[in-house]
């Protein structure tokens, strides 16, 4: 028995998210399909982030326990040739069989990407956010300097999820414009449920220039979620790094 | 009556290229239905460049003629509202009665993207070409240094078409790596049938090794198509400029 640990990159657009759940198509799902057909066992991975529906990764984490012979480095390979065009496999290697990614301290990064140009623009539908309405990025800068450091993020969280604490710590978040392109950046030890797309819709609202930047504070003093922003749209966000210390 | 030219943005994976043919989704007849509807008139746009199937474009340019009292400005926002996600408007002005964007001097460059990775990734899927050989760029941009100037390019033209002359000029052509893509730049005052995907499948050959850099003047020099590279595929080609002298 061996515990293996696969990178995995995904286009979330035609999936209901990480989490398996019945009659939808998921990710963990086709992972689980396609493991148990490569390996003839049935396997049930273990994910780090369980990303939402539309959401995309490059570098979202599984593990599972394997009684194959297959090495854990071509696994990666064979398991591709098995997945669909818009999940694949980045790396696989073997870990310490009691390696959990959700027990043990990390550091994830996401992007939340917005066209903010006079028309939407079909190559970048699906891994962007499209707004029309001008944004100003110098505001947008000054508004996430509060959002940096440790805070309860209580405001930043949807409702739905009960959780036992709502304090997180973001060690950088950047706000840069590229072409037409805002890219939002957000580093955290970890994030609460919608926290980054709240964070998104939450700055969009000082970009388009009706929150003032100062806002942010008192937002996070509230420590409710209707303080702040609506919740940006689920195709602009992407996780992009995933570090395990 | 008052001839209109449009923008054209395209992401053209779902469709069977820009020209019209009965029973299969294009580009140009999808410009035409939403053009007639809008506008109530029989609509048949004239397209600057006929990109082929799976071939996406930032800026293609169509015109057409039409009665409307509609500002020709307006066109492009209302057209919008009547195109499907993955083809949009970029923006509408009137031109000339005797504007052809086929039959005037323009400047057209497109981009073909690989990426160049262990692993295929699924967010780059639609958008650029994937091998995980590795390519060495030093030795396409070699390569592609003789391909640029004005040359009969007929050894770099799919043989299907006949045209009166197949010399060309490359004003530029460029490799350059961004992380683990490779982005090949052409700016041309024309384009044969497949020429720059040839151009594209050429390099590649050139930067895995199978060829020589030098080898690029002789395929020129033996004006066949067989003599040069194969032609790459589809989805990593994109008309991402076109200016008219």
Not at 131 to 141: A, F, I, N, Q, S
Request: contains cysteine.
């Amino acid at each position: 028995m061996k515990r293996v640990k696969l990178v995995v990159a995904y286009d979330g657009t035609a999936y209901h998210g990480w989490q398996i759940q019945p009659g939808a198509p998921t990710i963990e799902g086709e992972l689980n399909r396609a493991l148990g057909a490569l390996l003839k066992e049935e396997i049930q991975v273990i994910g780090a982030s369980r990303t939402d529906s539309g959401v995309h990764a490059l570098c979202n984490v599984a593990v599972f326990d394997t009684d194959t012979c297959i090495p854990a480095e071509k696994i990666a390979y064979a398991l591709n040739q098995r997945l669909p065009e818009d999940i694949k496999i980045q790396g696989s290697e073997e870990v310490e069989p009691d390696f959990h990614p959700r027990h043990c301290d990390s550091r994830k990064t996401y992007e939340y990407r917005i066209l903010n140009a006079q028309f939407p623009l079909p190559t970048q539908r699906l891994y962007a956010h499209f707004t029309y309405v001008p944004l100003d990025v110098e505001r947008m800068k000054q508004a996430a300097r509060y959002l940096t450091g440790e805070h309860d993020f209580k405001s930043f969280c949807s409702t739905a999820v009960v959780v036992e604490s709502t304090v997180r710590t973001i060690y950088q978040l950047t706000v840069e414009r590229q072409q037409n392109e805002i890219i939002i950046q957000v580093c955290g030890n970890g994030f609460l449920y919608n926290m980054v797309r709240i964070i998104a819709g939450t700055l969009m609202e000082v970009g388009r220039g009706s929150m003032e930047p100062e806002r942010v504070k008192e937002i996070l003093d509230a420590k409710e979620r209707k303080a702040a922003g609506p919740t940006a749209p689920a195709c602009g966000l992407t996780l992009v790094k995933y570090e395990f210390l």
